[in-house]
């Protein structure tokens, strides 16, 4: 089992920062990658930026150069770093952890709002 806590969201200005935190807990050494993925009002959950293993980061092309997605595993914990935020980032960010016995840990969600 793993248990994830996300928090760090709130409201802010187009053109601001925001950093997400993800706390992990549990079974930490069968995590193999972790993910945030963002969920907006009447869309899809789309992928934000993952990291599957040593140097491989991914994103998704709208958030390329603004977002970074980073782990720390002194202190157990998924950072997205958001700049530049615009109103179309506004959505309920989760935190995503795939494990070695092929089973997804989702966190409760944490809601961003970029104003104009």
């Known amino acids: 089992q793993v248990q994830l806590v996300e928090s760090g969201g709130g409201l802010v200005q187009a053109g601001g920062s925001l950093r997400l935190s993800c706390a992990v807990s549990?079974?930490?050494?069968?995590?193999?990658?972790v993910a945030w993925y963002r969920q907006a009002p009447g869309e899809q959950r789309e992928l934000v930026a993952d990291?599957?293993?040593?140097?491989?980061?991914n994103y998704a092309d709208s958030v390329k150069g603004r977002f970074t997605i980073s782990r720390d595993n002194a202190k157990n914990t998924v950072y997205l770093q958001m700049n530049s935020l615009k109103p179309e980032d506004t959505a309920v960010y989760y935190c995503?952890?795939?494990?070695?016995?092929?089973?997804?840990?989702w966190g409760q969600g944490t809601q961003v709002t970029v104003s104009s």
């Open positions: 995503q952890v795939s494990t070695s016995y092929f089973r997804d840990y």
């Open positions: 549990g079974s930490i050494s069968s995590i193999n990658g």
């Open positions: 990291i599957l293993g040593p140097g491989r980061r």
